[in-house]
């Protein structure tokens, strides 16, 4: 799904996905900066499952081409991202996305864990502090023990921008390589 300036969803559709994402669905989820004035309706479902979109874009210019872009690398050791050791990935105005923070996340939680953050010097448009910022998350739910899941673990994979995998912009760097290990 990309999110972009005009993609909402009907509850009709958050609801269906709801319930597919809750019977062990797939998810491949592209974020951009175009969607941060309108919301899609799929933020609270996503922070059920422990995901957080912020509404800004990550600037890096340690990190950067031509300042529009945020080259990161991988930061974790996940099948998404463990053939891309050593290679970049090139986004576009990104926006950050990481896990929501919670005091005592209960025991069954989803495990979100950050693929791929910009540098520690990058900023938000918000924020001017500089800080590293998630770019990239996958997120993995088991079925509960004793319960029957009719596709098995849930698996989702969330990147604040969708402008890297256009016709220009794919084969820069790692991206479409990133693109064949994500799907």
């Keep these: 799904i990309i999110a972009g300036p005009y993609t909402a969803f ?3 559709e958050l609801k269906k996905i709801d319930q597919y994402l809750a019977q062990g669905g797939r998810l ?5 900066k175009f969607s941060i004035e309108r ?7 996503l922070a059920r499952w422990g995901v957080k979109v912020v509404p800004d874009v990550v600037q890096d ?3 950067t081409r031509t300042g529009l872009d945020v080259i990161i690398f991988p930061v974790n050791n996940h099948p998404a991202v463990n053939p891309l050791t050593g290679l970049a990935v090139e986004l576009i105005y990104p926006r950050p996305v990481g896990a929501v923070e919670l005091q005592n996340p209960p025991a069954d939680a989803p495990k979100v ?14 924020d001017p502090a500089p800080r ?11 079925a509960a023990p004793g319960v029957a899941s009719t596709r098995g673990t849930t698996r989702m994979i969330f990147v604040g921008d969708s402008i890297f995998l256009d016709n220009d912009m794919i084969d820069a760097v790692a991206n479409r390589d990133f693109l064949g290990y994500a799907v």
């Design 132 to 142: 590293r910022y998630p770019l990239m998350v996958a997120v993995e739910q088991t």
């Design 39 to 45: 919301p899609t309706g799929l933020e609270p479902i």
């Design 10 to 12: 009907s509850e009709n």
């Design 28 to 32: 491949f989820m592209l974020f951009n």
């Design 113 to 126: 864990e950050v693929l791929m953050s910009s540098g520690p010097q990058s900023t938000l448009g918000r």
């Design 61 to 63: 210019l340690k990190n």
